[in-house]
T-cell receptor, first 113, second 111 residues
Framework: DAGVIQSPRHEVTEMGQEVTLRCKPI?????LFWYRQTMMRGLELLIY????????DSGMPEDRFSAKMPNASFSTLKIQPSEPRDSAVYFC???????????FGDGTRLSIL | GQQLNQSPQSMFIQEGEDVSMNCTSS?????WLWYKQDPGEGPVLLIA?????ELTSNGRLTAQFGITRKDSFLNISASIPSDVGIYFC???????????FGTGTSLTVIP
């Protein structure tokens, strides 16, 4: 079975550039989550969608971050403009229902220079 | 948000030893999950617990849902090098709420 697929696996870019992270959830899963992981703060929930609709974006750090889910099989997390403090590993996860155990992708390691 | 504290933060053990770690919360939880994250990969669900006192095994791993419903425990028996990674707990206050993740326990197994 295909798990959650994230791309790219690694991204290195200069500050000020736009960054787009992509996620394909597990087929049939109705909920999708974006997390950020750093050494200092651990796993932080940024935003989650249920049936393609954003439910809670209170974890999104600031207006530079935006997320979309145009259909059930695709989501993007965009940072514009990027800053060095955005460097982290970004994970996407999906679940059968909003409150069911989540299955994670392998993450995107983002470095902003 | 909910605070989940994992203990210990890190462990260095010899291959073959047993491992114990725990997760505590300030609130009563209805569901506990345990994940393992290998270096460079995403967390993988190991065990899910849904009832106070429940004891569930997955191979050499055993997890328990604490009776107070404010804690959970994970044990690994006869550790092997591939057990290396970060172990996360996650808890849910009730079935209508999101999961909160702990800070993780980093495990190193010395061959």
């Amino acid at each position: 079975d295909a798990g959650v697929i994230q791309s790219p696996r690694h991204e290195v870019t200069e500050m000020g550039q736009e960054v787009t992270l992509r996620c394909k959830p597990i087929s049939g899963h109705n909920s999708l989550f974006w997390y950020r992981q750093t050494m200092m703060r651990g796993l932080e929930l940024l935003i989650y969608f249920n049936n393609n609709v954003p439910i809670d974006d209170s974890g999104m750090p600031e207006d530079r971050f935006s997320a979309k889910m145009p259909n059930a099989s695709f989501s993007t997390l965009k940072i514009q403009p990027s800053e060095p403090r955005d460097s982290a590993v970004y994970f996407c996860a999906s679940s059968l229902g909003r409150f069911q155990p989540q299955h994670f992708g392998d993450g995107t390691r983002l470095s902003i220079l | 948000g909910q605070q989940l504290n994992q203990s210990p933060q890190s462990m260095f053990i010899q291959e073959g030893e047993d491992v114990s770690m725990n997760c505590t919360s300030s609130s009563i939880f209805n569901t506990w999950l345990w994940y393992k994250q290998d270096p460079g990969e995403g967390p993988v669900l190991l065990i899910a617990l849904y009832k106070a006192g429940e004891l569930t095994s997955n191979g050499r791993l055993t997890a328990q849902f604490g009776i107070t419903r404010k804690d959970s425990f994970l044990n690994i028996s006869a550790s092997i090098p591939s057990d290396v990674g970060i172990y996360f707990c996650a808890g849910q206050v009730d079935t209508g709420n999101q999961f909160y993740f702990g800070t993780g326990t980093s495990l190193t197994v010395i061959p």
